[in-house]
Structures are given as C-alpha cells and as structure tokens.
C-alpha cells in the first residue's frame, strides 16, 4: 500500500479553492434531514506544534489519515502553540508563530486537505481551551503523567534536566483540545499514542464523575508508523538534516535522493544487496506508485543486477509524481495573498463557537456554573432590597 491513500480512493480534493469558509455540511444535512434532528456528525480532531515546514515523515504518519478521513468526519486542524511552549518560550520563537503556522497550514492544504470540509485553528486564540485544561488537570494523577514516555524524550531533546509543569500537563492539554470540540477520532503518529491514552481515561472519569457528556476518542494509526530519514537515521526529522520537506522542488528532491543512504556492504553494482531496512526502498514502499517497478528494482538489487544509481533516480521520479499535484496546488493557493490567513482566522472563529458551547456544558454539568449563579441571584436581591 503507498501513501497515497486519499488519491486512489478518489477522495482527492476538489481543488477549488474557496476564500468563503461557511459550512456546506450544515446545508447539507438540513436537505437531506428537514423533519428529524440532524445526528451529529462525528468529528476528527489532529494537528501539529508550530515548529515548522511539514515532510515526507508527516505525511505518512498524521496528513494521509488527514485527508482520507476529511470528509467523512467533521475536520478540526489545531495549529497547537500552546503546547510549543512547554518546551519552546523564547520571545523569539512565539514571534515566529504566525509564520509557521501558514507554512504548516498551506503544507496542508498543498497536501490535499481541502478547506471547504477541514476547519483549521490556532490554539491560543481559544482561551476556553485553557479554561478546559484547568478543569481536566484534577481527572490525571501525577505518576500518571510521569509515566508518559515521550515527555521525557521531549524534555531531553529540550535540553531541560528539570520537567517543566507545563510539559508534565501536555497529555493534559491535548485531551482538552481533543474533548472541547468532542472529538471522535484522532489519528496520530506514534509519539502521541499514549496522550490520547490519556484524553480516554480523562473523558471516563469526567463522565462517571459529572455525568456522559464526552465520547471516548478513538486512537487512528498510520499505515506507516515511521518512516527513516534519508541517512537511514530511526526517524525523519527537519532538524536531523535528514528530511525531504513537501515544499521542496525537483532539484532538491533528486539532490536529497542521490546522497541517500543505502546498503553501506554495497559497494558495486553487482554486489547482491539488502533491501529490509533500506531506506531507499522503504521510500519506494512508501511513495512510488508503480509496484511492479519497485518489484522489480528489489529482485535485480538482490541479485546484484542494478546500480545504486538506477534505484535513486527511480525513486527521484515517483517522488516527483507525488508532489507534483502539491506544487500545483501550493502555487493556487500562494497566488491568492491572505488567503490561507483567512482561512485560519475563519476557522478559528468557527471553532471558538464550538468549544464555547462545550465548556458551558462542562461547566454546567460539573455545577460551577450553578455556584455563580446562586451567588448572582442573591446579589440581584439584595441590590432590589436596596432599590438600586
Ligand atoms: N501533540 C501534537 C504534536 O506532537 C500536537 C497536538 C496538540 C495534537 N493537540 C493535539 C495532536 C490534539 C492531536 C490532537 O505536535
């Protein structure tokens, strides 16, 4: 199976590209449903820190899951900078969110999520999602937390020999971006498995507390979980220096390709080779459309029949068919200035107007809205009584 899911089961976007973010699922259902109340559609909530340009590794592990779901369930993107601040908070780096969130957000939408069904939102412009957070941070004990191994990792790769607050609260967080839209599902790459473990166990103990208002989300594996970097390093990162981003060009897709590494035992042409665990022929796996092709390459590099270079420019070309439709699209949309800002502070707005509703459920149910309330009305009577 390549990565292309979302091409081949003709759920490829429509490439029409609308500046105008207005719910055409709303219309829909009211068509199709005029006498009975529309059942909820189910909702996808996943997304990114903003820390920078999207690759290959992101594509197989969250953005396919992304685009073969996006219309059959509600679409909510969380650009997520709050949670970039557990371990980035330099004044500098907060500057540099507006940017990176475009670059993410046009990555996205090049990629094949297509604004009219996906909602995408910046999570710090959402204050009720904090105010959820707060809520949640009394459903998860501390051991739990610190039983969340990527933390560490995080906190390491930070270079922080301390564990932030903030960063132990991240599977936290992520549970109230997950729950204040009640999201469904959450397709995610391995290093967040365990936080929506989390989110699951914070929305039973929520609802056996205060009553069923959350569903339980559901975990979305990638067909791929990870994917090597190009120097056959476990994963491919932007800042290992090993990654081919979405955005590149064909010249440097065929530069990155060709400094690839392959079989170190290898040193000729004839030599038979190993392909498990080949990065290049993971990427031929991963990417390239023709499987008699790749058939082919693994039989001739067995046998010691093909070079090292036939292999690479092999793999050159299906990339470049890969991208080439994003290219296409990425050029639509950066021809059209503010519009992939527009979309972000559309949706943004409509997502404020979704949490907003689910926070005053939770509040309700949890009866902290009731104790405002009693105090409020008492207060009224008291300024009556005065005549005030
Ligand atoms: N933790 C995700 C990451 O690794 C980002 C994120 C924040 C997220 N909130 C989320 C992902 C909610 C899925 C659902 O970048």
Do not use: W
């Amino acid at each position: 199976m390549t990565a292309t899911t979302g091409q081949q089961d003709g759920t490829q976007p429509s490439g029409r590209i609308h500046p105008v973010t207005t719910s055409p699922r709303t219309a829909v259902a009211d068509e199709q449903a005029p006498a009975a109340v529309p059942a909820r559609r189910k909702r996808m909530l996943t997304g990114d820190r903003p820390t920078g340009k999207l690759h290959l590794g992101h594509f197989v592990g969250s953005i396919a899951n992304r685009i073969h779901y996006q219309r059959e369930y509600e679409t909510f993107l969380i650009i997520a900078d709050l949670h970039m601040l557990t371990t980035k908070n330099a004044r500098k780096d907060i500057d540099e969110v507006a940017k990176t969130a475009r670059d993410m957000v046009l990555d996205q939408l090049s990629a094949g999520i297509d604004p009219e069904y996906a909602t995408f939102y910046l999570q710090s412009a959402i204050p009720e999602v904090s105010e959820l957070n707060t809520l949640f941070q009394n459903l998860v004990t501390v051991p739990r937390l610190e039983r969340v191994p990527s933390l560490k990792d995080m906190a390491r790769a930070a270079g922080k020999d301390e564990m932030p607050y903030g960063l132990l609260g991240y599977p936290v967080l992520q549970a109230a971006d997950i729950l204040c839209v009640k999201g469904d599902i959450v397709p995610v790459g391995k290093d967040n498995h365990a936080h929506v473990e989390v989110t699951r166990e914070i929305a039973r103990r929520f609802n056996f507390l205060y009553g069923e208002v959350f569903p339980i989300p559901e975990l979305i594996e990638s067909q791929i979980t990870t994917l090597v970097g190009t120097d056959g390093q476990a994963k491919m990162s932007k800042s290992l220096g090993n990654a081919i981003m979405l955005s590149d060009d064909a010249a440097t897709v065929r530069k990155k390709v060709a400094g690839m590494y392959t079989d170190p035992n290898r040193i000729r042409a004839d030599i038979p080779g190993t392909v498990e665990g080949n990065p290049v022929f993971a990427y031929h796996d991963a990417f390239n459309d023709d499987p008699a092709e790749v058939a082919d390459l693994k039989d001739r590099y067995r046998a010691g029949r093909v070079g090292d270079v036939e292999v690479k420019d092999k793999l050159t070309a299906a990339i470049d068919r890969f991208l080439e439709p994003m290219r296409e699209r990425r050029s639509t949309f950066e021809r059209q200035s503010g519009l992939v800002d527009e979309i972000i502070v559309d949706g943004t707005e409509r997502t404020r107007r979704e949490v907003q509703v689910v926070v005053a459920e939770v509040k309700k149910a949890m009866g902290i809205t009731g104790s405002y309330n009693q105090l409020r009305r008492k207060a009224e009577q008291a300024r009556k009584r005065r005549g005030s």
